[in-house]
């Protein structure tokens, strides 16, 4: 699956240096982080789900 969606976040300097600092010691680029913690977000049909039930 090509990657051609890009967001932009703003970052306080502490928020900044800890993804920073926690990827460097996982070796992963901050990319591959964020892409981790998206991956472990519910699947879109949970969240419709849930949603409806509101």
């Given at each position: 699956?090509?990657r051609?969606?890009?967001?932009?976040v703003r970052?306080?300097?502490d928020?900044?240096?800890?993804?920073?600092?926690?990827?460097?010691?996982?070796g992963?680029?901050?990319?591959?982080?964020i892409r981790d913690?998206?991956?472990?977000l519910?699947?879109?049909e949970t969240?419709d789900r849930?949603?409806?039930?509101?």
């Amino acid at each position: 699956m090509a990657r051609d969606k890009s967001i932009k976040v703003r970052l306080t300097d502490d928020e900044f240096e800890r993804i920073t600092l926690y990827a460097k010691s996982k070796g992963f680029s901050v990319s591959e982080v964020i892409r981790d913690y998206i991956k472990r977000l519910p699947k879109r049909e949970t969240v419709d789900r849930r949603l409806e039930i509101e």
